[in-house]
């Protein structure tokens, strides 16, 4: 089964902290992505990579970026975490781009940003 | 970005009965997807059907596509307490990006 971990289940940083989350996955998937997931909003893109060294903004990048400098590790950056920044973020993973697989994902990290 | 709309948004059934969920979309996919989320957790991947196909089954899942229509139908036979979840359609079109509906919550009551 494919595993895709996330650092931490739940965090607590304050504003203008430099936030890091962590994604780890297991079966050599080329594609990740990171998502947040707020009520009523459903899951929103905040960015993917396709392979290493590579990413595309998704729907809702500001004030996020993205570091992924291996395969199997896709990093999501909050340069300088902000109150509206608190919510559950999402890792998942995906084989073979543009393909019809499904999307593994992790356990989610909430973050509070106090 | 394109969004799929799952509807009802919430749904209280007896465990035994059979939970049908809806879902839309506005445009052109490659395949609709739906996903259960347990409290607190990841997403779970249930079922993935193409755009050329119109049912699929996956033990007590089925699922209906209809593209003239843009809609999809998520149905669960013979409900049971594990199933009370979130549930969730995504939609893969030409962008190559997954657009979630904002889910669907199912309680199941013993």
């Known amino acids: 089964d494919v595993k895709v971990t996330q650092s931490s289940r739940y965090l607590v940083k304050r504003t203008g902290e430099k936030v890091f989350l962590e994604c780890v996955q297991d079966?050599?998937?080329?594609?990740m992505f990171w998502y947040r997931q707020d009520p009523g909003l459903g899951l929103r893109l905040i960015y993917f990579?396709?392979?290493?060294?590579?990413?595309e903004k998704g729907d809702i990048p500001e004030g996020y970026s993205v570091s992924r400098e291996k395969k199997e590790r896709f990093s999501l950056i909050l340069e300088s975490a902000s109150t509206n920044q608190t919510s559950m973020y999402l890792c998942?993973?995906?084989?073979?781009?543009?393909?019809?697989?499904?999307?593994?994902f992790g356990d989610g990290t909430r973050l509070s940003i106090l | 970005s394109q969004q799929g709309e799952e509807d009802p948004q919430a749904l209280s059934i007896q465990e035994g009965e059979n939970a049908t969920m809806n879902c839309s979309y506005k445009?052109?996919?490659?395949?609709l997807q739906w996903y259960r989320q347990n409290s607190g957790r990841g997403l779970v991947h249930l079922i993935l059907?193409?755009?050329?196909?119109r049912e699929k089954h996956s033990g007590r899942l089925r699922v209906t596509l209809d593209t003239s229509k843009k809609s999809s139908s998520l149905l669960i036979t013979a409900s049971r307490a594990a199933d009370t979840a979130s549930y969730f359609c995504?939609?893969?079109?030409?962008?190559?990006?997954?657009?979630f509906g904002k889910g669907n919550q199912v309680v199941v009551i013993p």
């Open positions: 998942a993973s995906s084989s073979l781009w543009g393909s019809n697989q499904p999307q593994h």
């Open positions: 079966m050599d998937h080329e594609n």
């Open positions: 990579s396709y392979d290493v060294k590579m990413k």
């Open positions: 445009t052109s996919i490659n395949n």
């Open positions: 059907i193409r755009s050329n196909e």
């Open positions: 995504a939609t893969h079109g030409r962008n190559n990006r997954l657009a």
